[in-house]
């Protein structure tokens, strides 16, 4: 079974500019989570999605935002990007009834 | 989950030495506890996890324990081999409705030969 796959794998922008991340769950799976992962605040949860509908929310501004498709791949979209928002964004699937989170292998954002 | 202690944040090792990482949670609600192996310029990749049904599990060279009353779980690798050096990290669900972790900072293991 193929794993959780992640596209772009690195992209550089500048401030002000906005960003669109993807990701392909594991197949069969439904749940998609983002996870913000720095050096200094380490992995931090963004926002998971389930049959499309957002589930739950971490702290974070309202310029970070998602959405699930039908197929259950999922996006994140950052705006007005800050040097700050640099760092490896994450997605982690969940199989149906289940806990674990199966990671992919993160898009590294540089914001110039 | 809402905050995850761990602790050290640096381990080091001789190849063929044991291994422990500890972790402390504040949720008492939680019963799901996984850790991850994230080695460089991968995503984390789940290595063992337990439940709060049981207080030991064990595979191959890794177990993971827990402690409910004290709230704490530990990562025990043993018999530690130069590929097991790589950032570790615990987790803890998050009190709100989902599958959402709460990570630990992580611990850097460096196993030398």
């Known amino acids: 079974k193929a794993g959780v796959t992640q596209t772009p794998r690195y992209l550089i922008k500048t401030r002000g500019q906005q960003v669109t991340l993807s990701c392909s769950p594991i197949?069969?799976?439904?749940?998609v989570s983002w996870y913000q992962q720095t050096p200094g605040q380490g992995l931090q949860f963004l926002f998971e999605?389930?049959?499309?509908?957002?589930?739950n929310k971490g702290n974070f501004p309202g310029r970070f935002s998602g959405r699930q498709f039908s197929n259950s791949r999922s996006e994140m979209n950052v705006s007005t990007l800050e040097l700050g928002d640099s760092a490896l964004y994450l997605c982690?699937?969940?199989?149906?009834?289940?806990?674990?989170?199966?990671f992919g292998p993160g898009t590294r954002l540089t914001v110039l | 989950g809402e905050n995850v202690e761990q602790h050290p944040s640096t381990l080091s090792v001789q190849e063929g030495d044991s291994a422990v990482i500890k972790c402390t949670y504040s949720?008492?609600?939680?019963?799901?506890f996984p850790w991850y192996k994230q080695e460089l310029g991968k995503g984390p990749q789940l290595i063992i996890d337990?439940?709060?049904?049981?207080g030991e599990k064990k595979d191959q060279r890794i177990a993971v324990t827990l402690n409910k009353t004290a709230k704490h779980f530990s990562l025990h690798i043993t018999e530690t081999q130069p590929e097991d050096s790589a950032v570790y990290f615990c987790?803890?669900?998050?009190?709100?409705?989902?599958?959402?972790?709460?990570f630990g900072k992580g611990t850097t293991l460096s196993v030398s030969s």
């Open positions: 987790a803890a669900p998050s009190n709100q409705a989902g599958t959402a972790l709460i």
């Open positions: 197949s069969g799976h439904r749940s």
């Open positions: 949720d008492s609600a939680s019963n799901y």
């Open positions: 337990i439940r709060s049904n049981v």
């Open positions: 982690a699937s969940t199989p149906w009834g289940g806990n674990e989170q199966f």
């Open positions: 999605y389930f049959s499309e509908t957002q589930r």
